[in-house]
């Protein structure tokens, strides 16, 4: 009878441990809740002296005239910062435009209980003030190998309006590297393809990212990467496509 108690009582010591095991190994320690982030000094930080930053509330407001700070073939000949198109690159007609952007995004973006797909126009802003485009084109439809053909090395042209954007990353933003290229307009972050460590992140959700720490933010943040799949075998990397995870701010030109 002594040795049968003996075995029970091990075999529940076991039993125990087990479950134990499983439960650690099934339920990671939790990440940051969403929202529970401020994304001001960040940005107050980041953004480059174009853009005009004010915070009201809960919100932050950008503003800048979308013109890039590096070359490109777009400023025209007799531009300081013009050079020469690349072999191969047919440009788009029409040149770098001044605008009037204003983005207002949430100090501390939360995850949206519907994600909202991008659409076309601007859908974010870069660093230097100038809009982010998706995938896509003019009759929403994706873009491709006659647009790709348009793009500067800044993965970057005009469109209607001359309103110069980028749809890939590119030589002047953030490329093969984990450099913060701009926000989104729902207030999330967004790297070029590399994270933090140097490797390429394995684990982008459907929208294209993540929840993780940054070289910006010590606590752990949803943001977004640039694909990390050359764009129809071309020397681009789409930027953006899919859904906003958060609730997208406005965006006006």
């Not at 930053?53 to 910062?81: C, E, Q, R």
């Not at 100090?107 to 994600?115: G, S, Y």
């Not at 681009?236 to 859904?243: M, V």
Request: hydrophobic share 30%; glycine share 12%; charged share 10%.
């Amino acid at each position: 009878m002594k040795n049968i108690k003996t075995i029970f009582a091990l075999s529940t010591v076991i039993a125990f441990g087990i479950f134990i095991s499983c439960s650690s190994s099934s339920n990671p320690t939790p990440t940051t809740a969403s929202g529970s982030v401020s994304i001001t000094n960040v940005v107050q930080s980041k953004y480059k002296s174009a853009v005009t930053i004010s915070t009201s509330g809960n919100s932050i407001v950008l503003k800048s005239n979308g013109t890039p700070d590096h070359v490109s073939p777009y400023w025209g000949v007799g531009n300081s910062l013009y050079e020469p198109p690349f072999t191969g690159q047919n440009l788009n007609p029409g040149i770098i435009g001044t605008q009037n952007y204003s983005m207002t995004i949430p100090t501390n973006p939360v995850e949206a209980t519907t994600k909202e797909a991008t659409a076309l126009g601007p859908i974010g802003m870069a660093l230097n003030g100038v809009a982010i485009y998706n995938d896509r084109e003019g009759g929403n439809v994706p873009v491709d190998s006659n647009v790709l053909s348009s793009f500067d090395r800044a993965g970057a042209h005009p469109g209607p309006g001359n309103t110069y954007h980028y749809h890939c990353s590119g030589d002047f933003t953030g490329n093969d590297n984990a450099n913060l290229i701009g926000f989104l307009r729902d207030g999330f972050p967004i790297y070029a393809r590399k994270d933090n460590g140097g490797t390429y992140p394995a684990d982008l959700d459907a929208n294209g990212g993540h929840v993780g720490t940054t070289a910006d933010f010590s606590t752990p943040i949803y943001h977004y990467h640039a694909s990390n799949t050359a764009y129809l075998g071309s020397r681009f990397y789409i930027l953006k496509s899919g859904s906003y995870h958060g609730t997208k701010g406005t965006f006006t030109f």
